[in-house]
């Protein structure tokens, strides 16, 4: 299966083109709005928590062996306290694993399923989820761009960037919102429709919630369990990564819901939470318990204040961005509910060519929309993750660059 993969190309090509570039032009300072990477340090209650938990790790009265297989209860009962209850979504507290990335779980999430299931993917895509399938031998041949056994739905701007339910009938739909790259964000009423779709055709929802703390409008869900009869079809993917900065330090969460029923293969319903705690038991050995600790201090009012700085930060970073395209009269969205911003190349540009045009003439680094599936061609993703400085001299120069 691995040998049907093709390399990681999207970034090794973006570092190849970079760096010649830089050779060609040393003097020249490259500004990076392409990576999907925080550049804000820890919250200050992070810090704290870590130093803490490291000092209980010296002493033999307070030291932490291996953690509980599903997490910590101090972190899973914040969780639910502050995640889920706050926002009067039902879920339990074993319903919840503490994982060390939503890359991993998303990622993972697929070997509980047949190799011949039909995996529904948006396009463009966050590409863990194609890849993980692809590496398990479920999307077929990759030929053109595309998987032969996967199904695609496309987010383009005819349909606001929200993919549709799939004509056929697929077992997996991988879901993600506030979407990378997209930037696009549902709302209540939008969502109910995958979950009602699910319902009703017998499919379960990998949705991926990684960036939801940067969801603005008040109409938008932050948890698909906000959903009614989301419990029965949908597993919710979160991660403390964008939200607290924890990029390098590693903590998420997913929920499986008990009341989730898959079937096996004679057609008896079979429950994924058992399956994902197996799972989860062999495979796994726990989050760090300093990890865990530094995740759980943002669960307090002073914490929540820290990470809403944070958060605000970027969005203000994503405004500028926008708000400069928008002037130049490119054609552009997310940013508002979401730290990216997918705007079209403008002059007929393909993304890549687009990609050159902006690093030879303004020398910024954006991510070609290519890269994340056939239908982002034409498309370009810049992320409000760089500093204030870099944001402010990037969009200046795109404004010459653009606005001559
Ligand atoms: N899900 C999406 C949609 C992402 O864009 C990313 C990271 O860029 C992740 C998950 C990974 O999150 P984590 O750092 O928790 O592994």
Not at 345 to 371: H, I, Q, R
Request: hydrophobic content about 40%.
């Amino acid at each position: 299966n691995y040998a049907l993969m093709p390399g990681s190309y999207l970034f090794a090509e973006v570092g190849r083109r970079v760096s010649a570039f830089q050779a060609a032009h040393p003097e020249k300072k490259i500004l990076k709005l392409g990576i999907g990477d925080v550049t804000r340090p820890l919250p200050k209650v992070c810090i704290e928590a870590l130093h803490k938990a490291t000092d209980e790790m010296a002493d033999p009265a307070t030291f932490q062996g291996y953690p509980p297989a599903q997490g910590y209860d101090f972190l899973i009962n914040a969780i639910k306290e502050y995640e889920y209850d706050a926002r009067g979504a039902k879920v339990e507290a074993d319903e919840i694993f503490i994982s060390d990335g939503a890359k991993s779980d998303t990622a993972n999430i697929q070997e509980l399923f047949s190799g011949d299931a039909v995996v529904a993917v948006p396009d463009p895509v966050y590409p863990v989820y194609v890849d993980s399938n692809a590496m398990s031998g479920r999307a077929g041949i990759y030929e053109n761009e595309r998987w032969s056994k996967l199904v695609y739905l496309p987010c383009v701007a005819e349909n606001g960037f929200m993919p549709e339910p799939p004509k056929e009938k697929v077992d997996l739909i991988y879901l993600c919102f506030p979407n990378n790259p997209t930037g696009a964000m549902l709302t209540r009423d939008q969502l109910k429709v995958w979950v009602d779709y699910a319902r009703e055709n017998g499919c379960l929802l990998l949705y991926d919630a990684a960036y939801r703390q940067y969801i603005t409008r008040e109409d938008a869900p932050r948890s698909i369990y906000e959903i009614e009869g989301a419990r029965e079809v949908a597993v919710e993917f979160c991660s403390f990564s964008k939200t607290a900065g924890f990029t390098g330090v590693r903590c998420s969460w997913t929920v499986v819901p008990k009341s989730l029923k898959v079937q096996d293969a004679a057609g008896n319903p079979v429950s994924l939470n058992d399956m994902w705690s197996r799972r989860q038991s062999t495979k796994y050995n726990g989050t760090a318990y300093i990890i865990q600790r530094a995740a759980a201090a943002i669960y307090t009012p002073e914490g929540q204040k820290q990470v809403r700085e944070n958060v605000g930060y970027y969005m203000e970073n994503a405004k500028i961005i926008r708000e400069t395209l928008v002037e130049l009269g490119v054609e552009a969205s997310g940013g508002v509910d979401a730290p990216y911003i997918w705007l079209k190349c403008p002059k007929g540009m393909d993304s890549w060519s687009f990609f050159d045009y902006l690093l030879s003439g303004a020398g910024v680094v954006g991510t070609p929309g290519a890269g994340f599936g056939p239908s982002g061609e034409g498309y370009f993703r810049l992320t409000a993750f760089g500093s204030r400085e870099v944001t402010l001299e990037a969009t200046q120069r795109i404004r010459e660059l653009l606005g001559k």
